[in-house]
């Protein structure tokens, strides 16, 4: 991830550079809208409250969240409104793993929790005065997801415990990244963070899912947006 942000700051730092004869013109003012593709990459990561079966379990020292780069990719729709406004949807697919690791006094247990997710976020996205070919961004808005790898459905076995998510979860999002303009395209380099507000814990009564109480699902997102 590190190695991620570090080429997105080159990258922005390249193009903030580039020559000043401007590309697309009228890009932002021919057309009221605009579409596109995105693929980028993801960190998950969960946000918990414990219950207080946590606190009453003497066997069970800490848990601990590790978490793994995933993959995005999706469509942009983009609706201009004047000249810094935009209205923006990005109907994406989320593939993303993060995985639990129980520590007990004698022992550990690693669960994992693997996620595709439909994601529709809808966005404003407000733009600096153009520069040249690069034009500076912030972004925030509102998420709607579905976990297709849910196992909220699943017959629970004692012997090969799951820590279970529910698949519908809402969240609001905010970043900002760089428009910079092409000859024939617009490249948008773009880094966001995702925030759950509902809680998504299937409850269950075993070690593993009671000793929570709550559970929010967060995103670190880095995207490389591609528009014409």
């Not at 006094?105 to 520069?131: G, I, M, Q």
């Not at 380099?189 to 967060?218: A, Q």
Request: positive net charge; glycine residues 6%.
């Amino acid at each position: 991830m590190h190695k991620v942000i570090l080429i997105f700051l080159l990258i922005s730092t390249t193009f903030m550079l580039m020559s000043q004869t401007r590309n697309l013109e009228r890009f932002d003012y021919g057309r009221k809208i605009h579409f596109g593709f995105t693929l980028g990459t993801n960190v998950s990561n969960f946000k918990y409250e414990f219950s207080p079966k946590f606190y009453q379990n003497k066997e069970l020292l800490k848990v601990e969240i590790v978490r793994y780069p995933g993959i995005t990719f999706g469509a942009i729709s983009d609706l201009h409104f004047g000249e810094y406004f935009d209205l923006r949807l990005l109907p994406s697919l989320v593939l993303s793993e993060r995985r639990v690791i129980y520590n007990f006094v004698n022992s550990s247990r690693t669960l994992s929790v693997e996620s595709v997710f439909f994601e529709l976020p809808a966005l404003v996205k407000f733009k600096s005065y153009r520069h040249g070919n690069v034009r500076f961004y912030v972004i925030g808005g509102s998420k709607f997801s579905y976990d297709f790898g849910s196992d909220a459905s699943s017959v629970r076995d004692p012997n090969n415990p799951i820590l279970a998510v529910k698949p519908v979860s809402f969240a609001y999002e905010f970043g900002c990244g760089l428009d910079m303009y092409f000859y024939f395209f617009k490249f948008s380099p773009e880094i966001k963070l995702s925030k759950g507000i509902n809680n998504i814990l299937d409850p269950y009564n075993d070690v593993y899912s009671n000793i929570f109480d709550k559970f929010f699902s967060n995103f670190i997102f880095i995207s490389f947006h591609f528009e014409g």
